[in-house]
């Protein structure tokens, strides 16, 4: 079933397409090299529902034998990744039920449709933008002036971070993520968001106001409220993995569908809903390649592999949505009317299921179909082959999707 050598996973994402195949190829279960590290990869859609339920399974970094033995040091590039501080994105059981129940409340359904308008505001506000970028015919980089600012701005109003602020955001988490940066620059940007996080945290403190930061503080009537420094572990970690997932959903569903413009035509006929659309997006060229990681608290066995206690597991979701089982001999093609897209598992499965998954969802909703509305001209300025990925292991990433727009 799995590979006699690991697959080493290219840090650069030359071949995402052919690497995602070469696991899915590999077997359900898989060995795999993070720069250099082993761990097991999970490519089968019902194994990994299965795993991301095991409660045998954790986040705590301080269950990876590679790293209590000194062999993964702070010097690995993906550690701050891992290891990214006390949030609720990194603990477990009651714990992360406790950290996670304030942003729970803060995105349901009630609160999400409450913030439509706002994030109508913003998309009308940047395609502006891009209508100025793209006078004479001149190509935009869509990515940069409309789909990197747009979901900065909507979780920025929501935790109230300074508007001012928000350009100073993009750069040092585009930094942070990339594996161009030196490894000491990274956890410097670390130290950087933890003091502006902790400043604002007291800010609150001091003025409560009516957002998602004063809500984290405030705690329920007998509840025990989180310390200072989980809700800074919250904010931050919200704004990495919210704001990051956002952007590569809106670009990918942008990309697939002016690269498949028979599917196009039909999502803006009316024939297909656009949910539909971001759906298969999600399945087939979703923003997460590699969730890292969890750590085998015991022995677990699946089929005829055992995860030792102490190994590493990553679920490779890019492959997991490409799984032949689930959604068909066809698996590597987009396709918008497929009926299983739905199943896509893009966000997580499970307890620890991405918090913000309907506020993406609803971002991108709004998003693409204001933006073909807009410029029902559009079209990609240049091959998809020019089209490279950002040097970020775990993100599915364009470097820049530029286009015509007319």
């Known amino acids: 079933m799995n590979q006699a050598c690991p697959i080493a996973i290219d840090p650069m994402i030359g071949d995402l397409a052919g690497e995602t195949a070469r696991l899915r190829d590999a077997g359900p279960i898989g060995r795999i090299e993070l720069l250099g590290v082993p761990a097991w990869t999970v490519t089968d859609h019902q194994i990994a529902r299965q795993l991301l339920v095991d409660t045998r399974l954790v986040k705590d970094v301080n269950a990876w034998s590679l790293w209590t033995s ?4 702070r010097e690995w590039p993906l550690i701050a990744m891992i290891d990214a501080g006390r949030s609720m994105f990194t603990v477990d059981g009651a714990e992360h039920r406790r950290l996670r129940a304030k942003t729970t409340q803060a995105l349901t359904p009630r ?4 913030l439509r308008p706002m994030i109508e505001r913003f998309t009308k506000e940047l395609l502006d933008d891009v209508a100025v970028a793209g006078e004479d015919d001149a190509v935009v980089d869509l990515k940069s002036v409309f789909a990197y600012p747009l979901p900065m701005r909507v979780i920025s109003a929501l935790m109230g971070v300074d508007a001012a602020d928000q350009p100073m955001m993009l750069e040092r988490w585009k930094a942070f993520f990339s594996l161009l940066t030196p490894q000491d620059e990274r956890l410097k940007i670390i130290e950087e968001m933890i003091g ?11 003025t409560p106001t009516d957002d998602l930061t004063s809500a984290l503080i405030q705690a329920d009537e007998g509840g025990e409220p989180l310390t200072e420094e989980e809700v800074e572990g919250n904010l931050r970690a919200l704004v990495a993995a919210g704001h990051e997932t956002t952007v590569s959903l809106i670009v990918s569903t942008v990309r697939a569908l002016l690269s498949h413009p028979g599917q196009l035509a039909k999502v803006r006929g009316g024939e297909i809903e656009w949910k539909q659309a971001i759906e298969e997006t999600l399945r087939w060229d979703g923003p ?8 085998a608290t015991e022995d677990i066995t699946v089929g005829d592999v055992r995860i030792a206690k102490g190994e590493g597991v990553v679920m490779s979701y890019r492959a997991i949505g490409r799984d032949l089982a689930v ?7 987009f396709d ?29 909703a709004i998003a693409v179909p204001a933006l073909f509305e ?3 001209g559009i079209t990609l300025a240049a091959p998809l082959e020019e089209l490279h990925n950002l040097p970020v292991l775990t993100q599915n990433d364009v470097e820049a999707l530029p286009v015509r727009l007319s």
């Open 70 to 73: 000194g062999v993964v040091t």
């Open 111 to 114: 609160r999400l449709e409450a």
């Open 196 to 206: 502006y996080f902790t400043t604002m945290v007291r800010d609150r403190v001091a």
């Open 288 to 295: 997460v390649i590699h969730l890292l990681m969890r750590f």
């Open 327 to 333: 959604h068909g001999e066809d698996a590597d093609e």
């Open 336 to 364: 918008i009317t497929r009926p299983t897209a739905s199943r896509n598992i893009s966000f997580g499965y499970g307890p620890h299921i991405c918090p913000g998954a309907a506020l993406a969802r609803m971002e991108a």
């Open 374 to 376: 807009r410029f029902p």
